[in-house]
């Protein structure tokens, strides 16, 4: 059975800093892309950060030049560097998977349809 397991969540001050980890079980590391997302207490679900099989990203706009997603595929782990944390940035983190039918050189996305498996998240708050 897939599972996704996040981990590094927390409470921080603005400014502030914290590395979020998704370690993937139960399979082969080798979903052509995996993302993060994020759901802030009575909004929708958004997409934070995505990367490919070839290491391709792509980040909202609300994070970039803030959060970075790197991967390492030997130990099967998604990461989440976020730095300059604002209170916006407040919400439950998902780690998320695509199926194995998605090509690898698709360009990485952020639209919840293109990813099938889910952690169960991480609460991550950030106060000013």
């Known amino acids: 059975q897939v599972q996704l397991v996040e981990s590094g969540g927390g409470s921080v001050q603005t400014g502030g800093s914290l590395r979020l980890s998704c370690a993937a079980s139960g399979y082969t590391y080798s979903r052509n892309l995996m993302g993060w997302f994020r759901q802030a207490p009575g909004k929708e679900r958004e997409g934070v950060a995505a990367i490919n099989s070839y290491n391709t990203t792509t980040y909202a706009d609300s994070v970039k030049g803030r959060f970075t997603i790197s991967q390492d595929k030997g130990k099967g782990t998604l990461y989440l560097q976020m730095n300059n944390l604002k209170p916006e940035d407040t919400a439950i983190y998902y780690c998320?998977?695509?199926?194995?039918?998605?090509?690898?050189?698709?360009?990485?996305?952020?639209?919840?349809?293109?990813?099938?498996?889910w952690g169960q998240g991480t609460q991550v708050t950030v106060s000013s």
């Open positions: 998320a998977a695509s199926s194995n039918s998605r090509p690898s050189w698709w360009l990485p996305s952020l639209r919840l349809a293109d990813f099938a498996v």
